[in-house]
């Protein structure tokens, strides 16, 4: 049943061409901050890799942070902005992750279900990215209790760029094998004072998107070939498959932060 939804879900997107890319940021450049303080978090939904058409955003069901295993609401914290795309304007959020200890700070969001009007569904890009103080780490390697989400295998914010990043991917709780893992790369980061892509540093490659399977254990893997930002997605791998009456894509999606080795 969830391989049917899945491939009906894909076949959708296949069908809507090169737009399809579309990644749910929860975005900071500073994957490693060494100073205690608030850190601006940018919500933005995007399609990163072609720096293309950005989505109007409504106000999250969840937006949150796990530090030792303690889960933190963030929604508080959140205010409206504009992202203006290279493109287009739309909808975007910033909210605020306070530093201070030393150790591992995931932060999760959950938006509220966007509704795609050239393919008639919702889409919920169910989302974790990594920061962490000092280099301790405590708990990275930890689910946090999310419908759909990746659960990393590599330590999430220094990746080596030319080594490989794995994650094991789960809806409710249960690995899922055989998912198809779309995987984007932020071709020109946001910037933070302006909200607005900086510049492009690549593009696509030709052949659509990049995409790796998951095993029987819902383990992927992927070669890092460049520093930056890599995100992944699994579309429709959560277990909601509907929402105000129509279908809804419900996905897990992870970022995480490439250094090269000097
Ligand atoms: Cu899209």
Do not use: C
Request: glycine content about 10%; hydrophobic content about 40%; overall charge negative.
């Amino acid at each position: 049943m969830k391989l049917t939804m899945t491939a009906a879900v894909l076949a959708a997107f296949t069908l809507a061409g090169p737009a399809s890319a579309h990644f749910q940021l929860v975005y900071n450049p500073e994957a490693n901050p060494t100073a205690p303080g608030d850190l601006a978090i940018k919500l933005i939904f995007w399609h990163p890799f072609e720096n293309g058409h950005a989505m109007d955003m409504g106000t999250p069901e969840e937006f949150f942070y796990v530090f030792k295993g303690e889960k933190t609401d963030l929604t508080d914290s959140l205010t409206p902005i504009t992202f203006h795309g290279a493109g287009n304007d739309a909808a975007a959020f910033e909210g605020a992750l306070p530093v201070k200890r030393n150790g591992d700070y995931i932060v999760g969001l959950v938006p509220a279900p966007y509704y795609e009007e050239s393919e008639d569904i919702y889409i919920q890009q169910i989302t974790k990215s990594y920061f962490n103080k000092g280099g301790i780490p405590s708990g990275w390697e930890e689910p946090v209790g999310m419908k759909t989400e990746f659960v990393p295998l590599n330590k999430p914010y220094n990746v080596v760029a030319g080594s490989t990043f794995s994650a094991q991917l789960l809806s409710d709780g249960a690995p899922v094998a055989g998912a198809e893992i779309e995987i984007e790369y932020i071709a020109a980061t946001p910037d933070m004072e302006t909200n607005a892509p900086g510049e492009v540093t690549t593009e696509p490659l030709p052949g659509g998107a990049l995409v790796a399977m998951t095993d029987d254990n819902g383990v992927f893997t992927f070669g890092i070939p460049k520093e930056g930002f890599w995100g992944f997605a699994a579309l429709g791998s959560g277990p909601d498959t509907k929402f105000d009456g129509k279908e809804l894509s419900q996905d897990a999606v992870i970022w995480i932060r490439a250094y090269d080795l000097d």
